[in-house]
């Protein structure tokens, strides 16, 4: 059973940068695109940036410029370098697979930012 944490979450305020990091069990980290999702408050959980095996990346336009993301397969980690902040990115931010059939979700880690 693969389990996702994320950590790194918080209060921050606008334009300030915060890093997410999500650990990843089990021994298929390395071979799977990664991505990085966010639900903000009434709204539907959104893909916004994925990493593949070979590190090519792909981030949303609402946080292309500002946010990037990157892994560690020593360390079955994938991360999430989140600059210029805005209020609009408050949300509580998981990670997966990029694509189905996802890994069990995570509790996910909240990031809050404020005006």
């Known amino acids: 059973q693969v389990q996702l944490v994320e950590s790194g979450g918080g209060l921050v305020q606008a334009g300030g940068s915060l890093r997410l990091s999500c650990a990843v069990s089990g021994s298929v980290f390395s071979i799977n695109a990664m991505g990085w999702y966010r639900q903000a408050l009434g709204k539907q959980r959104e893909l916004i940036a994925f990493?593949?095996?070979?590190?090519?990346?792909n981030l949303a336009d609402s946080v292309k410029g500002r946010f990037t993301i990157s892994r560690d397969n020593a360390k079955n980690t994938v991360y999430l370098q989140m600059n210029s902040l805005k209020p609009e990115d408050t949300a509580t931010y998981y990670c997966?697979?990029?694509?189905?059939?996802?890994?069990?979700w995570g509790q996910g880690t909240q990031v809050t930012v404020s005006s």
């Open positions: 990493i593949t095996s070979g590190e090519r990346t």
């Open positions: 997966n697979k990029n694509s189905p059939p996802y890994y069990s």
